[in-house]
């Protein structure tokens, strides 16, 4: 990478830096109003107010800035919904340490009279950053989530939405185009960007994002081109000078995931590195693990103002240097001659020549194939550096389309993906075996796109469900017909199979999704009587029974909803999970229960491949259903694929739709609090017999809907993560598996712990641990005491040490041999509430400093008692 290409990116990143900074102190007033930790004067009112939103809830970490802008650059930014993680750009898989985007964001050119203007969120190469926000409040990024019941108008898990315009002519926020050399001239457009994200299976791996974009100048915009642009680096976190080696491309199609050798259109463009490994130079990578390279990220339009229009892939490599800076490019010729971009063949800067790349309607060849002779199809000749270009470089894309003209007033559409892929690498030795920058076709031809493919054409069908009539008017979209053909009895015989492909193009933003997570909490292990002390102020263990929890949840909401895709009820049951980290990796199953219900698969004498012989066409059946079908002595275990059924002329099997461990009378496993309890109904719903009313709260608890579990065998000094799931019995007809609500999304944290008053009525005996503190220990790595619930944190701001068997109140002081105070903690909390006990300290002195190797005393001051000690700290 040239020089000029490191210093345009940190002008960048200063840039975002500045910004930010002024974000957050703004922020601090908008998160935290009851902490008076920033006043209300130090927002300037009169400056765009730049906030972000951060995706994390799927595979796919991302955000969005209300500058127009995705990723984070070369910056930490903090997440304003929970500041202990660094907010990701692009992290996949998320929650890691690979990052695939340095900026995207979207440009917006026109022809306004005689002038050509485009408008920018950022140019990625000089510091142009042309959208901003309004001041506050209104210029504040909103956040609503269908898993909050109040946000009725919410779409995803993760909604963000905001408001930005290009209309902001301050030389301080908008700088002069260094190649036109005039001040920004706005388009006067404003943009209302919503984007979307999920935890689904299906839906975990892309952004969706909702656009509508308005003229509200008093001129209209001829001839309108849009585009999106995305420079990626893929990279580690916090790295510098891995992203030299990116290819891209665009890829039109893949095999239909759905078979019937259909072929579907997902027309992406995509970025990648190279070969999947870390480095290019060595086999230690190899094979492939966790910490590599192997996936891809794209960006795909979904809806556009108009479908016919034109539209052009282009890709580039930004360089100071004329030689290196290069993006393929057509020959002139009289009715459309060539366009010199100031003596550069790749970056596009100033107004216009940012215009022209983006309404020229040329479809770059893949990076890939840069060094092959490509003159027969028009091209320029290969430079001397293509073979270099070839196998990888610091590469940006642009994805445009258009034209269209916009009346004031007028507000056009605009939907679009960013989408992420696994398993694009698979082979670790085929760079170094069968690449070959002259004859690539061999080493494109390992490049998987199977998954970028398939979760690409689930982010289409989730803008617009295939078979869904929406508004009513009796289409419900695009189908094929897969027809199956065999021969029996010198006879053809065909099975015809129509399949939805397409809506009716009208947008839905909806797709399956699993049943609402229950509502949880810790109790007491053992409550007395046939009532609960309290949910909102939950008890933890008595004095003989430390290292158990008890985990109670409420599953009303979690049973009787339904799936907004199907329109059916589609609850199948509950999985309790432990871990010792918030990170979906860290949970573990440890108890499960589902209905008894069992899928039947009917025999299809036409399907042409053993794979697809036995087909599931219906919903389970419960084991009453299918005695009402077949006789009350049916058993559906007598018969599976190896023994079917026969009933009129037909052959079934039935299977369990997940293990029938429908068993909830077992007090060792998941089992009802209220055994008897038969489900409310119209008839009995205001009957006290029939809820639970919580004494703190006088909130109403539908008794048939409360569940238990106890968990033993804990260690007391460990912060321990419930969680409960509740899980579907997917979609047979669309080929939907069971959807699960993530372990990670739904959980309560608790140390196993002795009550407050247990402690506080038989003195103190306050545990430290661990001590002595060693960091060669490497508490954090090896997952104990550090680190938890933190999104790769510097090493020198993860230490703890934690105290435990505390009074619910009191004051910990750490002092120095020498007896001078090092820190000073106050623990307060509710009696007997969750982390009453414990407290930790993060080995940061009351100048903010860390403390050095040594012995220190602490003190612990209640009106319970006192204790005195000692920690030794090795570092």
């Known amino acids: 990478m040239a020089i000029r290409d490191k210093i345009s990116k940190v002008s960048l990143y200063i840039f975002i830096c500045l910004a930010f900074l002024f974000f957050q102190s703004a922020a601090r007033t908008a998160y935290n109003k009851d902490e008076n930790i920033f006043q209300l004067h130090k927002i300037n009112i009169n400056e765009p107010y730049v906030d972000i939103g951060v995706h994390r809830v799927g595979k796919l970490g991302l955000t969005v800035i209300n ?144 656009m509508s974009i308005k003229n509200i100048g008093n001129r209209v915009l001829n001839k309108v081109y849009m585009s999106l642009y995305v420079d990626a680096d893929v990279s580690k976190v916090g790295s510098f000078d891995e992203f030299t080696d990116d290819i891209s491309g665009f890829r039109k199609a893949i095999n239909s995931p759905f078979g019937c050798d259909w072929v579907d259109t997902i027309n992406i463009a995509w970025i990648a590195d190279n070969n999947g490994r870390n480095d290019n130079d060595s086999e230690d990578d190899c094979p492939f693990s966790a910490g590599n390279y192997t996936g891809i990220n794209g960006m795909r339009v979904i809806r556009t103002p108009s479908d016919s229009l034109k539209y052009s892939f282009n890709w580039w490599i930004s360089n100071g240097n004329a030689l290196l800076d290069f993006g393929p490019r057509k020959k002139g010729s009289e009715e459309n001659p060539f366009r010199d971009f100031g003596g550069f063949l790749g970056t596009p800067v100033g107004d216009r020549n940012k215009y022209y790349i983006m309404s020229h309607e040329e479809f770059d060849y893949d990076q ?18 293509a073979f270099d270009f070839a196998d990888g470089y610091d590469t940006r894309f642009l994805l445009s389309f258009g034209p269209f003209d916009i009346s004031p007033g007028e507000v056009l559409p605009l939907t679009y993906a960013y989408v992420a892929g696994e398993n694009f690498h698979k082979d670790c030795l085929a760079y170094e075996n069968i690449f070959n920058p ?22 289409g069908m989730i803008y617009d469900n295939p078979g869904v009539d929406t508004d009513g008017d009796g289409y419900r979209g695009k189908y094929r017909v897969c027809i199956e053909s065999t021969f029996v009895d010198n006879n053809w015989l065909y099975n015809f199979d129509t399949v939805y492909y397409q809506g009716d193009n009208v947008p839905d933003f909806r797709g399956a999704s699993p049943p609402p997570a229950p509502e949880l909490w810790v109790i007491n292990p053992y409550p007395t009587g046939d009532t609960i002390k309290s949910l909102i102020v939950p008890h933890v263990n008595d004095e003989n029974n430390s290292g158990e929890m008890t985990i109670q949840w409420y599953g009303y909401r979690s049973e009787t909803t339904k799936d907004p895709f199907s329109g059916q009820i589609d609850f199948e049951g509950y999985r309790v999970y432990i871990s010792l980290t918030e990170n979906l990796t860290g949970f573990y199953k440890v108890c499960s229960f589902d209905k008894e219900d069992y899928n039947r698969y009917q025999f299809n004498p036409y399907a042409t491949t053993i794979e697809n012989e036995w087909e599931l066409n219906d919903l389970p059946f419960s084991i009453d259903e299918l005695k009402d079908l077949y006789g009350e002595d049916f058993s559906p275990d007598l018969y599976r694929r190896d023994n079917p059924f026969y009933w009129e002329g037909i052959s079934y099997y039935f299977a369990p739709q997940d293990w029938n461990q429908s068993d909830l009378t077992d007090t060792t496993k998941i089992h009802k609090i209220y055994p008897n309890q038969p489900p409310p109904t119209t008839l009995n719903h205001d009957s006290a017999w029939v809820y639970y009313r919580d004494e703190m709260t006088e ?71 661990p001590n002595p503190y060693r960091a060669d220990a490497n508490y954090r790595d090896n997952g104990f005491f550090e680190g938890r619930g933190m999104d790769n944190p510097p090493v020198e701001r993860s230490r703890r040490i934690h105290f435990t068997n505390l009074p619910h109140k009191c004051t910990i002081r750490i002092f120095s041999i020498d007896g001078d105070l090092i820190r000073e903690l106050y623990h307060d909390q509710p009696k007997d509430y969750p982390e009453s006990m414990h407290h930790e300290w993060d080995l940061i002195t009351r100048n903010t400093q860390m403390v050095v190797s040594g012995i220190y005393y602490y003190s612990i001051e209640s009106e319970y008692g006192n204790q005195i000690g000692k920690i030794v700290i090795i570092l």
Do not use: C
């Open 438 to 459: 002259s004859l690539p076709e061999e080493y494109y031809n390992s490049f998987s796109f199977d998954d970028i493919g398939l979760n690409s054409i689930w982010a």
């Open 67 to 210: 500058t127009g802008n995705i990723g984070t650059a070369w910056t930490s930014m903090l997440d304003p919904r929970d500041p202990s993680r660094i907010a990701p750009s692009a992290i996949y898989p998320y929650p890691g340490n690979n990052k695939y985007l340095y900026t995207g964001t979207i440009w917006i050119g026109a022809v306004v009279g005689r002038d050509t203007l485009v408008s920018v969120g950022s140019d990625g190469w000089f510091y142009v950053n042309e959208m901003w926000p309004n001041p506050y409040p209104n210029g504040e990024v909103q956040f609503r989530s269908i898993t909050n019941p109040d946000d009725f108008d919410a779409v995803s898990e993760e909604d963000f939405i905001m408001i930005y315009t290009d209309t902001v002519t301050n030389p301080a926020l908008v700088a002069v185009d260094p190649t036109d050399a005039r001040p920004h001239i706005p388009l006067n457009i404003e943009i209302n960007q919503r984007s979307y994200a999920w935890s689904y299976a299906y839906a975990e791996d892309f952004v969706l994002f909702d």
């Open 368 to 385: 890939l194939f840069s060094a092959k002779d490509n003159t027969s199809d028009g091209w320029l000749e290969r430079g001397a550096d």
């Open 699 to 769: 909130n109403r608890y539908f008794k048939y809907y409360m569940y238990q579990y106890k968990a033993k065998n804990l260690l007391p000094s460990n912060k321990y993560y419930f969680s409960v799931s509740a899980f579907d019995f997917g979609s047979p007809s669309s080929d939907l598996a069971s959807l699960e609500t993530r372990p990670n999304k739904n959980f309560i944290t608790e140390y196993p712990q002795n009550q407050n008053s247990t402690i506080e009525s038989t003195g103190l005996n306050v545990i430290v641990y």
